[in-house]
């Protein structure tokens, strides 16, 4: 099983940026598709933004994040990275990796929290 450490979240003004990180604990990391979820206070999950495996990896973005949120990925360190700029109070949410699958279990997510 692949336990997955979220960090990076904080408290941010309008238009400032963050950039979390996701370390996946465990083997074959390279092998899977890897995502960045976020969860608002009484909405849904949502998937914000993808990356495939490989060097090349092929990205998609939800509408809402494209053009200001850059997924990677360093296969060598196990990890996947979210950078966040023109951050909006929309953004407010708890961030999470996984799988797009959502098939490991969720870490602990970081809150990212947009105010003035």
């Known amino acids: 099983q692949v336990q997955l450490v979220e960090s990076g979240g904080g408290l941010v003004q309008p238009g400032g940026s963050l950039r979390l990180s996701c370390a996946a604990l465990g083997n074959f990391f390279s092998m899977y598709d890897m995502g960045w979820f976020r969860q608002a206070p009484g909405k849904q999950r949502e998937l914000v933004a993808t990356?495939?495996?490989?060097?090349?990896?092929?990205?998609n973005y939800a509408g809402s994040v494209k053009g200001r949120f850059t997924i990677s990925r360093d296969n060598a360190k196990n990890s996947v990275y979210l950078q966040m700029n023109s951050l909006k109070s929309e953004d407010t949410a708890v961030y999470y990796c996984?799988?797009?699958?959502?098939?490991?279990?969720w870490g602990q997510g970081t809150q990212v929290t947009v105010s003035s």
């Open positions: 996984n799988r797009p699958s959502r098939d490991w279990v």
């Open positions: 990356i495939s495996r490989g060097p090349g990896g092929i990205i």
